[in-house]
């Protein structure tokens, strides 16, 4: 069987497992959190100590990393000529080639020109991997698959968190080798995806253009939200850590390493978890303990509380946006099968609309108060609960949304 040829996902089914296309989503769940997961686990520790970072410096340089994501529409344009599938793996080798050569700039300029390279790679690859999972997966598999999906991220995070762990305390690592080895291993892998894999022809032909449907309200408030209070737990959670109680790049990464243990272990539970009660009843919960993380995050400020309740902080908040993959599920269940690829282009832009700003505003306000940060996010929590809330017990075309009863029909278009 020659490499790269156009197959049907039927057709794939009499391929080795190891060459289906759930394999390949495998895979690229892989793949990409060994750049990624090495930039964001030494960004704070190396922007502090090697570039001399403030909280400004920080923010604006997480506003301008978040600029490919809200122009994540443009995906639309580029699948037009080139497949999702071969797009979502240049995407991989651009993020891989960013980050390996990230520690030879060690100057604001400098970091932010790569920042910008892998977060096209970054933002990119996501807005077609999140296309390709609610194409190829079935509806009623999706939940439980995703959950294993993100294990399997985890599990590539966390071998990337134990190897610089081990070998900063232990083998005198240095920035610019990790940098190199974690950039280097994603593109070997997208590498080996492009060749090692047909060119996988899902059911449903994708509509190319930008598409707006007032049934995916709900779908598009959901997101937006989620990228303000996403993007102020990764500015400034674990710059805290860094700032406020002085944690090394060892101790850091130590913590996220319990991160993605936890992850590993709880993700497909809570895939069965969402396939078991709906995603209403998962997000509402994620979204009720993500209020409480905030206000104690804001406490650590305020009251003085301390490190330890910092870091158990942390890994809690983790394991609550690990149930952020019941809004594809959600979406999945809503969508017309041809608007997934450019709703997917669409929902990242407008998951990006606050991040693009957002960071470099709330920069200032954390030289000032710090807890009012972490205030303003919970508040977000807490107007992503509300929206959750509106989410029927069974979404379907037509029921959207509580409020939505009958079958679809054009006015609801």
């Not at 296309?21 to 090697?50: H, K, Q, R, T, Y």
């Not at 793996?89 to 400098?110: K, N, R």
């Not at 690990?322 to 809503?334: D, H, P, R």
């Amino acid at each position: 069987m020659r490499f790269n040829r156009i197959m049907t996902l039927d057709e794939a089914q009499s391929l080795p497992f190891w060459r289906r296309p759930i394999a390949l989503l495998f895979l690229m769940a892989l793949g990409m959190p060994l750049a990624f997961s090495v930039w964001a686990a030494l960004l704070n520790n190396f922007v502090i100590e090697v570039a001399d970072f403030d909280g400004v410096k920080i923010g604006w340089l997480h506003s301008i990393r978040e600029i490919p994501g809200f122009l994540a529409v443009g995906v639309i344009a580029i699948i037009i000529f080139m497949r999702e599938q071969v797009l979502g793996i240049v995407a991989l080798i651009a993020l891989g080639l960013a980050v390996g050569v990230v520690s030879f700039f060690p100057s604001f300029e400098g970091i932010l020109v790569t920042t910008m390279i892998s977060s096209i790679g970054f933002h990119y690859y996501e807005t077609v991997n999140q296309s390709l999972q609610l194409q190829w997966l079935d509806k009623k598999r999706a939940p439980q698959i995703l959950g294993w999906i993100v294990a399997a991220g985890s599990a590539a995070s966390l071998l990337a968190y134990g190897l610089i762990v081990v070998g900063w305390k232990f083998y005198g690592l240095t920035y610019q080798a990790a940098y190199l080895m974690g950039g280097g291993a994603t593109v070997l892998i997208a590498t080996f995806a492009f060749f090692a894999y047909p060119q996988f022809e899902a059911p449903t032909p994708q509509t190319k253009k930008m598409i707006l449907r007032k049934r995916y309200w709900l779908y598009y408030a959901m997101q937006f939200l989620a990228g303000a209070r996403r993007q102020i737990f990764m500015v400034f959670a674990a710059f805290m850590m860094v700032e406020r109680f002085g944690f090394e790049v060892h101790t850091l990464t130590a913590l996220f390493l319990i991160n993605y243990v936890a992850n590993i272990i709880f993700a497909p539970i809570m895939g069965a978890v969402v396939g078991r009660f709906g995603e209403r009843n998962a997000l509402a919960f994620e979204y009720t303990g993500l209020i409480g993380v905030f206000l104690a995050y804001g406490g650590i400020y305020y009251f003085g509380w301390g490190a330890l309740l910092a870091a158990v902080l942390y890994i809690v908040d983790h394991l609550f946006f690990a149930l952020a993959f019941a809004q594809k599920t959600y979406f999945q269940k809503i969508a017309d099968p041809r608007d997934i690829a450019p709703t997917a282009a669409v929902a990242f832009t407008i998951n990006h609309i606050a991040a693009v700003f957002l960071p470099a505003v709330l920069g200032y306000l954390w030289i000032t108060e710090p807890s009012l940060v972490f205030l303003f996010a919970a508040g977000l929590a807490l107007a992503s609960l509300i929206m959750a809330l509106l989410i029927p017990r069974h979404p379907a075309p037509g029921r959207e949304t509580i409020f939505a009863r009958g079958p679809l029909t054009a006015a609801a278009e």
